[in-house]
């Protein structure tokens, strides 16, 4: 499987990297750790150095509860670190974590390869319109709701069949409007409790029926720290252990804050295929 990141061909033979870049104020993990772009560049530069195949930037806090910032707000924040980033890293692959259309175009315009949308086109009704005019790679999670209520929304009939139907059905859309490179990504710990989303990770193979990379992203979560009772700054060597059961699932990219730990499960399980 391949996608095309600004006329560069991403191939998934081998698993990808990719470090998260919170430039908010509220994230559950690392949030307001970082508050100049001074910082931003330099965390950057560590996740490149460590391996990070995709800089994954975020300014919208997704988090339960999270508070609703202004499309305004959300631009101001993002632009310049965009900017900022393609300037010093020219060959870097930005993908853009946010739900709002004028955000997504305005950031590839601005230098993006890739638009991660936590609603797969449902907040913002314009989103899939926008990708299919860009042509960027289009990652789409499964949520219900919103981060506001999102975790109220956790009652399904079957939890892995209901997820294939929401996919097939926003994939559907996305290539009746022309959108060539899609990823999906289950969306763990979004509108699902701790048991449903271990559930879910155990059934994570059946969703390579859909014949798309799988986004695994479950660094650091809630699934994670309430199992041991402790907090996301000590889930670090459970965050390794789920990534390698979603590599050895079929997940194609791993969405992390520890981007060295991640590239070295991707290198342990590539060996047991040898």
Same mark, same amino acid.
């Given at each position: 499987?391949?996608? +095309?990141?600004?006329?560069?061909?991403?191939?998934?033979?081998?698993?990808?990297?990719?470090?998260?870049?919170?430039?908010?104020?509220?994230?559950?993990?690392?949030?307001?750790?970082?508050?100049?772009?001074?910082?931003?560049?330099?965390?950057?530069? %560590?996740?490149?150095?460590?391996?990070?195949?995709?800089?994954?930037?975020?300014?919208?806090? /997704?988090?339960?509860?999270?508070?609703?910032?202004?499309?305004?707000?959300?631009?101001?924040?993002?632009?310049?670190?965009?900017?900022?980033?393609?300037? &010093?890293?020219?060959?870097?692959?930005?993908?853009?974590?946010?739900?709002?259309?004028?955000?997504?175009?305005?950031?590839?315009?601005?230098?993006?390869?890739?638009?991660?949308?936590?609603?797969?086109?449902?907040?913002?009704?314009?989103?899939?319109?926008?990708?299919?005019?860009?042509?960027?790679?289009?990652?789409?999670?499964?949520? *219900?709701?919103?981060?506001?209520?999102? %975790?109220?929304?956790?009652?399904?009939?079957?939890?892995?069949?209901?997820?294939?139907?929401?996919?097939?059905?926003?994939?559907? %859309?996305?290539?009746?409007?022309?959108?060539?490179?899609?990823?999906?990504?289950?969306?763990?710990?979004?509108?699902?409790?701790?048991?449903? +989303?271990? *559930?879910?990770? /155990?059934?994570?193979?059946?969703?390579? +029926?859909?014949?798309?990379?799988?986004?695994?992203?479950?660094?650091?979560?809630?699934?994670?720290? &309430?199992?041991?009772?402790?907090?996301?700054?000590?889930?670090?060597?459970?965050?390794?252990?789920?990534?390698?059961?979603?590599?050895? &699932?079929?997940?194609?990219?791993?969405?992390?804050?520890?981007? &060295?730990?991640?590239?070295?499960?991707?290198?342990?399980?590539?060996?047991?295929? +040898?």
């Amino acid at each position: 499987m391949y996608i +095309n990141c600004k006329g560069q061909l991403m191939d998934f033979s081998t698993p990808k990297v990719m470090g998260i870049l919170n430039i908010t104020p509220d994230s559950f993990y690392d949030g307001g750790k970082r508050n100049s772009l001074q910082d931003h560049l330099l965390q950057a530069e %560590k996740m490149l150095e460590e391996g990070a195949d995709i800089i994954d930037v975020g300014a919208y806090s /997704s988090r339960p509860g999270a508070e609703d910032i202004p499309e305004s707000e959300e631009l101001q924040r993002i632009l310049p670190v965009v900017k900022a980033l393609v300037e &010093k890293f020219p060959k870097i692959i930005l993908s853009i974590d946010t739900f709002r259309s004028e955000v997504a175009r305005q950031c590839v315009e601005t230098g993006a390869a890739i638009i991660n949308d936590i609603s797969a086109g449902i907040l913002d009704e314009k989103m899939m319109q926008t990708i299919a005019q860009l042509q960027v790679p289009y990652i789409m999670m499964h949520m *219900r709701g919103n981060p506001q209520n999102m %975790k109220d929304l956790n009652e399904y009939e079957d939890l892995v069949q209901d997820l294939l139907f929401y996919f097939s059905e926003r994939i559907e %859309k996305a290539r009746v409007l022309g959108i060539n490179d899609l990823i999906i990504d289950p969306g763990f710990g979004f509108s699902k409790n701790i048991d449903q +989303n271990f *559930r879910l990770l /155990s059934k994570l193979e059946l969703f390579k +029926n859909l014949n798309l990379p799988i986004l695994s992203a479950l660094s650091r979560k809630s699934l994670i720290y &309430k199992t041991f009772h402790t907090t996301p700054e000590e889930a670090l060597n459970g965050t390794t252990v789920l990534n390698t059961v979603s590599l050895m &699932k079929g997940a194609n990219i791993l969405r992390v804050h520890d981007v &060295k730990e991640a590239v070295e499960c991707v290198k342990l399980v590539e060996r047991l295929k +040898n």
